[in-house]
């Protein structure tokens, strides 16, 4: 089993520590991983020397596990994963290119079955406008949002600041509308500040969303399947307490920056809500495997923020924790995800056999 990490996005470190920790929790008696990192060039680079690094309970935090070195001999893609010797790849990749359809596309013309979702639902769920688009139609509901576009923009100044405030008002957030972890993300408290929070979030992508700002309770609700039936269930709610301004990369990820409380302090009501519209976002999408839908409370309603397919797998991450509150452990969230992949491959196998 390969275990793919890295990448050329933003959130490369961020990946690095899942991928590690997901080798820690691999038991060796079941499967022989394969560690892969993929650099910020696409090449995939053979790292035995993680397994060592992942002796349990020792994993660096985000930002410390250490790249490969430039000596390390670079592998085909053809290679590392396409000779046979892969009967399934583990994805911790998270953001462009592993989290957005790029990866399980490449995957899935090699045969090789993977973890998570597919090409369409990865896709979706990356983009935050059309995830949007898709979970609207299907009667969701999100806040109020414009999406402006990176080649408008130059020209369109005066009107974009003009429609978000008309319509949003200040404060906005101003996001990326393809990149997680919060980066690029911004507050926008006044008028003035606009285009620079806009110039920010094009850095990433050439669409940028601009929402109006929630004040209530911050909550994500993790859905996780079966691996027997393929059934998605909701984990136990999760309430984000960010000790900044808001929860962004270092709230998410630097020690006590957040307080992250499990089951979340709200009713049975509104727990019940924000699982049934996790669980509806999970399947409008068509996610597969498991997935965490971020959303805020507000005056006694739910609304949803996005869908991530690949929900971080670090030792401090959401899913790991609201798995833990199901009192499924680390390593049994692991085997879960391997198993739902093993199953939809078996699946898979039978229709091709009945053609």
Aim: hydrophobic residues 40%; negative net charge.
């Amino acid at each position: 089993m390969a275990v793919l990490m890295g990448g050329p996005s933003a959130e490369r470190n961020v990946s690095l520590s899942s991928g590690l920790q997901v080798l820690q929790a691999i038991d060796p008696r079941k499967y022989e991983a394969l560690p892969y990192e993929i650099t910020e060039e696409g090449k995939f680079l053979p790292r035995p020397d993680l397994l060592r690094l992942a002796a349990p309970g020792s994993a660096p935090p985000v930002g410390e596990v250490p790249s490969a070195r430039p000596t390390t001999a670079l592998a085909r893609i053809e290679d590392a994963v396409g000779d046979g010797r892969v009967d399934l790849a583990f994805i911790a990749l998270h953001g462009p290119y592993g989290e957005d359809g790029t990866v399980q596309g490449l995957l899935g013309m090699l045969g090789i079955p993977y973890t998570g979702s597919g090409v369409l639902a990865s896709a979706l769920a990356m983009d935050k406008l059309r995830s949007r688009q898709v979970g609207l139609a299907n009667g969701l509901p999100f806040p109020r949002f414009l999406a402006l576009e990176g080649g408008a923009w130059p020209g369109s100044r005066e009107d974009v600041v003009r429609r978000v405030r008309d319509e949003l008002g200040f404060p906005c957030v101003v996001k990326p509308n393809a990149q997680g972890s919060s980066i690029g993300v911004s507050i926008v408290r006044v008028e003035v500040d606009l285009s620079d929070a806009v110039e920010l979030a094009l850095r990433y992508g050439e669409i940028v969303l601009a929402e109006e700002y929630l004040r209530g309770t911050e909550l994500t609700c993790a859905i996780l399947e079966d691996p027997e039936t393929g059934i998605p269930s909701p984990l136990p709610l999760i309430e984000i307490v960010p000790r900044r301004e808001f929860f962004d990369y270092e709230a998410k990820y630097a020690e006590g920056a957040s307080e992250e409380i499990v089951p979340a302090r709200v009713g049975a009501d509104l727990t019940h809500e924000a699982q049934t519209l996790a669980l509806r976002a999970h399947r409008a999408l068509g996610c597969e495997g498991m997935s965490r839908v971020d959303m805020f409370a507000r005056d006694g309603s739910v609304v949803l923020l996005e869908v991530n397919t690949i929900p971080g797998l670090t030792a401090g991450s959401l899913l790991p924790k609201a798995a833990a509150a199901a009192g499924i452990g680390f390593p049994d969230l692991v085997h879960r995800i391997i198993g739902n992949a093993l199953r939809r491959d078996r699946m898979r196998r039978r229709v091709r056999e009945r053609e």
